[in-house]
């Protein structure tokens, strides 16, 4: 007579207090390990270099960067020695040295990067590798909130609220009472044309008298002011993307309340600054909403201008989302911060090369090798003749 025994039935006897009756039946005291032992490590071994290999992207001004790129690194050019040590510890992430950056900038020379493909976080930097992102045209510009709006003017006006340069408000509707009679009951908000922090109560508004210091400041410096339509915002989001392809959605903002307190203490404490709360993650329906709308905006930049052919560009674009549930864009960071974000930064570097990292395709190996183990050590048929 053959009794067989597989591991997930044997397990069951010893918990309902039957084990020296399976033990003596089989004449095992426990199953073999070994062939499940090396089931896994072998599957761990196969899978890791699969998971690494390099995978072309369907969006056609991605793909242009991959193949491009190759079989080469990807490095980041920054003058943020902080945000190189964040990557590097964390997810190693390699990053162009900030001083060797500062002494070819000082010389007047240019650092090349044979073999390389470089992501230039930040302006004028005088590095060049084989393959450049964000040393072309666009970046500088599109981080003033102007230039930003007619650019995207061009491609997606939907996309965006009603946006002037300060000055230019001023020439269309007369004077500073004009204009305030143009926005009307929608409201407006004034604003710095470049730079991210700081919230809408920061911001000149229709509300602010008209002898306060800050208005006082944008009407004596239009030209670094810009005035957009008060859009009520839901809620607002950092949506990453390399050239017209989304990879990230964060939240920009917390809403009021204790855990937006207790963050910006904390945030603070550590010199961060206060306001953001962009390593939380947008996910399921809303994230591919929001997904598909930068999309959308951005592929006229592939369509009509340089992005994906002649240029690479990465930016991180703020979003907002209307009460209704549709998304505008607000503006554009192409040296931003959040790139210090090392889960970020790594899943730029993997869109832009089409590999996963080491750390990603070894702990996936990993994964799939204690999977496959666990399921041959439970179907394993143990077959003992009595």
Do not use: C
Not at 194 to 213: C, H, K, M, W
Not at 227 to 236: C, L, M, S, T, Y
């Amino acid at each position: 007579m053959t009794l067989h025994f597989d591991n997930a039935v044997r397990r069951t006897f010893k918990l309902a207090g039957l084990s020296d009756y399976i033990d003596a039946v089989t004449g095992r005291d426990e199953p073999d390990y070994a062939i499940p032992s090396a089931v896994g490590a072998g599957t761990a071994a196969l899978a890791t270099p699969y998971l690494m290999r390099k995978r072309l992207h369907d969006n056609p001004t991605v793909r242009a960067l991959q193949e491009q790129i190759g079989d080469r690194a990807l490095e980041f050019a920054t003058g943020s020695p902080q945000a190189a040590n964040i990557r590097r510890h964390i997810f190693g992430g390699k990053d162009v040295s900030a001083d060797m950056v500062d002494a070819v900038r000082e010389s007047g020379g240019r650092y090349a990067r044979p073999g390389k493909a470089v992501l230039h976080h930040g302006y004028g930097l005088p590095v060049e590798g084989d393959v450049n992102i964000n040393a072309g045209a666009l970046p500088g510009p599109l981080s003033d909130k102007a230039n930003f709006d007619a650019v995207m003017r061009q491609v997606a006006p939907d996309a965006l609220p009603e946006t002037y340069r300060l000055d230019q408000a001023m020439r269309q509707y007369g004077d500073y009472d004009g204009l305030k009679r143009h926005f009307g009951d929608r409201g407006y908000v004034i604003k710095p044309s470049t730079g991210s922090l700081g919230s809408i109560d920061d911001f000149v508004q229709e509300t602010t008298p008209d002898n306060a210091r800050s208005v006082r400041e944008a009407l004596d410096n239009p030209t670094g002011f810009v005035v957009q339509e008060k859009i009520p915002i839901k809620n607002e989001y950092r949506v990453h993307a390399l050239n017209t392809e989304p990879f990230t959605a964060t939240y920009r903002r917390m809403p009021e309340g204790r855990m937006r307190d207790t963050w910006n203490s904390v945030s603070s404490a550590v010199g961060a600054g206060e306001g953001g709360f962009a390593h939380l993650p947008v996910t399921g329906g809303k994230r591919e909403r929001m997904h598909q709308f930068v999309r959308e905006s951005l592929k006229g930049l592939a369509e009509e201008g340089p992005v994906g052919s002649t240029e690479h560009l990465h930016q991180a674009l703020d979003v907002a989302e209307l009460p209704d549930g549709s998304f505008k864009l607000i503006e554009s960071n192409p040296v931003p911060g959040t790139l210090m974000n090392p889960v970020v930064s790594r899943k730029l570097r993997n869109l832009a090369t089409g590999r996963r990292g080491v750390p990603e395709s070894l702990a996936g190996g990993v994964a799939t090798g204690v999977g496959t183990g666990g399921a041959t050590m439970a179907g394993q048929e143990v077959y003992d003749e009595i």
